[in-house]
């Protein structure tokens, strides 16, 4: 059983960065695919952010690239997603996932971010 929680969500104009943490807990997260995903109102579920536990391998939506990066750190069973250039059309609930090796997402309880024009 993996749990998560996220923080580091805000408010902030656009243009502006923001840093997401996620806290995983988790006897080994070794075999785990991390990811970000996020809602917006009115607006289904999207994969924004993923990242293998064991490699470096990382994937993002086309919309956030070159302004999202995903990382994790190890030793501390994080993973951190940093957004720079904050679009409004950013703004959403943002949720840490953590995907297990049968397909099972586990997820934290959310984080908002607002984005103001």
């Known amino acids: 059983q993996v749990q998560l929680v996220e923080s580091g969500g805000g408010s902030v104009q656009a243009g502006g960065s ?3 943490s996620c806290a995983a807990s988790a006897r080994t997260l070794s075999s785990y695919s991390m990811a970000w995903r996020r809602q917006a109102p009115g607006k ?12 470096l391998a990382t994937y993002y939506t086309g919309s956030v690239k070159g302004r999202f990066t995903i990382s994790r750190d190890n030793a501390k069973n994080m993973v951190y997603l940093q957004m720079n250039s904050l679009k409004p059309e950013d703004t959403a609930v943002y949720y840490c996932n953590a995907e297990d090796t049968t397909g099972r997402i586990h997820w934290g309880q959310g984080t908002q971010v607002t984005v103001s024009s």
């Open 18 to 20: 923001l840093r997401l």
């Open 44 to 55: 289904e579920r999207e994969l924004v952010a993923a990242i293998r536990w064991s490699t």
